[in-house]
């Protein structure tokens, strides 16, 4: 890439751009600059949130650098960016590009830029003595059409603000980092190209010096078409999305060869608009009230007003059956053989679900009965995740698939009584009962449930699943707790996915298939549980055989100073987040790799974080929290004891760290080893920590399902994971840097409830000593966090420390 931008394009400075949460920062960015620039010709500008990685970055560069960047936003408590990049880089004299940038986010009008421009080039040279020669300020583009204030044109604000900041002082250089100003456009690249030519030519003219830009985007005004150029300046200088519309079917064309045709409703039959606005996932919000037969049915999709005039033709059964079930089924198919995304399925389950609800509410008022029976369902599932659990995002995907191929559902909801999974199958002449869970405590659960469905002689099938269960698990499940393999049960179904749930319903369903299904499904769960019942024989003889670890404690060192509670709150629009596991783990996307076959960009992946993150903070929806500390602590044994001071006068609480085997099973060894013990007269520390993205999520994910909209439910619910478990690392940094172990990265984490930790009493004990209840963050009866988007871990420090 360097080689093509410099050599073949000209590009005269290269910006080496990292901030990752999959690799560390500070080591592979200095590896980059130096591979990079063994040959190299052009100028380089270090580009990176993190401050420790600019000042490595820095001395491996053989020559003046461009730094990027720095601004008034807060990069610490108290402590801006413009300070924490300055006061340790500005011994080599580089030149900053510096983002109009304050304590409130960024500068959206030209008299907030021109502001902190000012303010920005006062405090460089008053507090670093940094001189306006070595500042390139940038003024910040947005997206076209993104604005949320009636009247406001981003792009002139922008183009207004330059002049005044040129003015400042006659050595200040101006630049833009221009890429968002086309922010999802990847797909229309004319037009990108066409709107960021016409408007750097535009900030040309009023004193842009420079750009960041990728150079295929950019042109020559003069190898444009005169009128895609006029239109182009109708978008930027007076924000006519009509002339953004315009050129959007130019480019469009300019790709395809083909005039783009969007599908109109109003050409179809009502039938075929109906499926296909469900099959696209078109919404379209309008309350009002349908007044049918002498019955009132409120709505709150369109949709409705359809369906209630289309059920004067059709019998509200044999539309249901004949064509949304049709419909559906194809959707479904779709995402089956991945050409459809899971989001673009919840968002078509949610126009269904508008449309069911009227048709069944309507024919309970017409025969005065549940309508579930008449309707020709495939079979009826009973769903939810087990006591003490408070997990729903797996069970709530399921769910959709199911209702998507065809199935009836009673979902239950998360905490369901063991019993409650039973009383509902019998009530519901269910067809299957499905449990999921999130940990490994309440996934034994199911071995009662189980157990109870055996002891009344209730035969259904069971189907888990969950991050915890596995078809181990399974095996053990259908052994009910037992040990006699005679009676190992043959209805019990683990299910990797909520399609896995499906294609087994399909099996479970065919009538013909179901005995030798049952028959070759127990002869599986027999192996699984022997195959489990061996590990667990085999991890048992090792751990009381294989000797302990030797820890050397020669060049260990306690932290001398930080033992403090501190509570920290985040902006979540300045939050780094991992943007590959959010689009594809979170929101369930799935791998990049699938995305062009569904019809998705990274382009429209940002466009959508961008959105999520500003509805989040907006409602007040996300607001992440945390609580992080330093403790005086001591071992005993395999417990870590914890005090409120050096004087040993009050202990706060002792966690009980896991024997583990070790890699290579050479020896065994416990997290407890690795601190100073009470026998050796000196005191270690432990660090903790809880971080959430706050209680109101919930609220926000409550408020969606019972607008049957489970499309936005899954990116505020995936947002927030991700967020909870992103601030965890960033946290963990900040506790390593109060510990004194910034530079040496030293300090392994450690949850409750997964391996060397295992029990979740852990939670309880971090939320007590970190007093933790001001973060709006309580504790289930299994010691789980509510909110679920909570995370909680303790931090030995011993050099050594490991997972394994």
């Known amino acids: 890439v360097v080689e093509e931008q410099v050599k073949d394009l000209g590009i005269e400075v290269i910006d080496v751009c990292m901030d990752s949460n999959i690799v560390e920062t500070e080591k592979v960015l200095p590896l980059v600059i130096y591979e990079t620039t063994s040959d190299f010709k052009g100028a380089m500008c270090i580009d990176s949130f993190s401050v420790e990685a600019l000042q490595v970055a820095i001395e491996f560069y053989p020559g003046r650098p461009i730094i990027n960047s720095i601004s008034l936003e807060e990069y610490e408590k108290g402590v801006s960016k413009l300070d924490a990049v300055l006061s340790i880089t500005r011994q080599h004299n580089p030149v900053y590009v510096a983002l109009v940038n304050g304590p409130k986010g960024p500068g959206q009008t030209a008299d907030e830029k021109y502001e902190l421009a000012a303010e ?40 207004k603000c330059l002049p005044r900041i040129k003015a400042i002082h006659p050595d200040l250089k101006t630049s833009i980092g221009v890429g968002n100003l086309t922010n999802g456009l990847a797909s229309k690249p004319y037009m990108r190209k066409v709107l960021t030519s016409v408007f750097l030519d ?64 109003d050409d179809l039959s009502l039938e075929e608009s109906i499926c296909q606005k469900i099959k696209d996932g078109f919404k379209q919000k309008q309350e009002g009230i349908i ?25 509200p059964l044999l539309f249901i059956s004949g064509h949304l079930m049709k419909s559906m089924r194809e959707l479904g198919d779709a995402f089956g053989r991945g050409e459809v995304s899971l989001p673009h399925l919840l968002k078509s389950a949610d126009v269904m679900r508008h449309v069911m609800q009227f048709l069944e509410s309507f024919m309970r008022f017409q025969s005065g009965v549940e309508p579930g029976a008449a309707i020709d369902y495939k079979g009826v599932v009973v769903i939810g995740t087990v006591y003490q659990d408070v997990h729903s995002i797996g069970k709530d995907l399921a769910k959709t698939l199911l209702e998507n191929y065809g199935y009836r559902v009673i979902d239950l909801g998360v905490q369901v009584p063991l ?19 999130l940990l490994v405590q309440t996934s034994n659960h199911m071995i009662t449930v189980a157990r109870m469905l055996n002891e009344e002689k209730f035969s259904i099938p069971i189907l888990i699943g969950g991050a915890p269960v596995n078809h181990r698990h399974a095996g053990y499940v259908a052994m009910q707790g037992g040990d006699d393999t005679a ?9 990797d996915s909520g399609m896995d749930g499906v294609n087994t319903m399909g099996l479970l369903m065919d009538k013909e298939k ?65 943007r590959k596991s959010l689009y594809s783990l979170n929101w369930k996307f799935g791998k990049k790799s699938s995305w062009i076959q569904k019809g998705i960009t990274v382009e429209q992946l940002q466009k959508l974080e961008k959105e999520w993150v500003e509805k989040a903070e907006q409602n007040r929806w996300i607001i992440p929290k945390a609580r992080f500390g330093l403790f005086p602590a001591q071992a005993v044994g395999d417990q870590v004891i914890f005090y409120e001071s050096e004087k040993k006068e009050k202990e706060l609480g002792r966690f ?83 510990a004194g172990y910034k530079k040496e990265n030293r300090g392994q984490r450690y949850s409750p409830g997964y391996p060397a930790l295992t029990n979740l009493k852990g939670n309880s004990i971090i939320w007590d000593a970190l007093g933790a209840e001001d973060l709006g963050v309580t504790l289930t009866d299994a010691n789980e966090f509510y909110p679920p988007s909570t995370t909680a871990a303790v931090i030995c420090f011993h050099k050594d420390a490991s997972y394994s």
Do not use: W
Request: charged residues 30%.
């Open 656 to 738: 009980d760290f896991d024997l583990c085997i070790g890699k290579g099973r050479k020896d065994k060894f416990s997290i407890g080893q690795y601190f100073y013990s009470v026998e050796s007269g000196q005191l270690d520390a432990i660090g903790l920590q809880i971080t959430t993205a706050g209680v109101g999520v919930e609220a926000g994910i409550k408020l969606f399902k019972e607008q049957n909209d489970s499309e936005s439910a899954l990116y505020l619910q995936g947002l927030s994971d991700r967020v909870a478990e992103d601030m965890a690392e960033y946290i963990h940094q900040l506790v390593r840097t109060r």
């Open 291 to 315: 007044e049918k037969e002498g019955g009132k049915f409120p709505y709150k999709d369109k949709i409705v007003a359809d369906v209630a005039e289309i059920i004067d033709k059709h019998e």
């Open 514 to 578: 179901r005995p030798v299904l049952f028959k070759e499904n127990q002869e599986a769960l027999l192996i699984q549980y022997k195959k489990a019942k061996g590990i667990k024989e085999e991890k048992d003889k090792l751990l009381e055989t294989l000797p302990r670890r030797k820890v050397s404690f020669r060049h260990h060192e306690v932290p001398a100073e930080g033992y403090r509670i501190k509570k920290v709150e985040f902006k979540l629009h300045k939050l780094s987040l991992d």
């Open 419 to 437: 019993e409650k999974f039973i009383e509902t199958a019998h009530a519901e002449k269910a067809d299957a009962i499905g449990m999921s869970a």
């Open 120 to 159: 920005i080039v006062k405090q460089a040279k008053e507090k670093h003595n940094v001189t306006p020669d070595q500042i390139l300020m940038d003024v910040n583009a947005y997206p076209i059409g993104s604005e949320s204030v009636e009247g406001l044109n981003f792009c002139a604000e922008t183009l």
């Open 202 to 265: 535009e900030a040309r003219k009023v004193g842009l010096d420079c750009a960041i830009l990728n150079p295929n985007h950019y042109v020559p005004l003069e190898s444009l078409t005169e009128s895609d150029v006029v239109l182009a300046r109708k978008v930027i200088l007076d924000r006519d999305m009509t002339a953004f519309e315009e050129l959007e079917q130019i480019a469009q064309t300019k790709k395809t060869g083909i005039k783009a045709k969007k599908i109109d409703y």
């Open 487 to 495: 009676a190992i049960l043959d209805n019990v179904f683990y299910c």
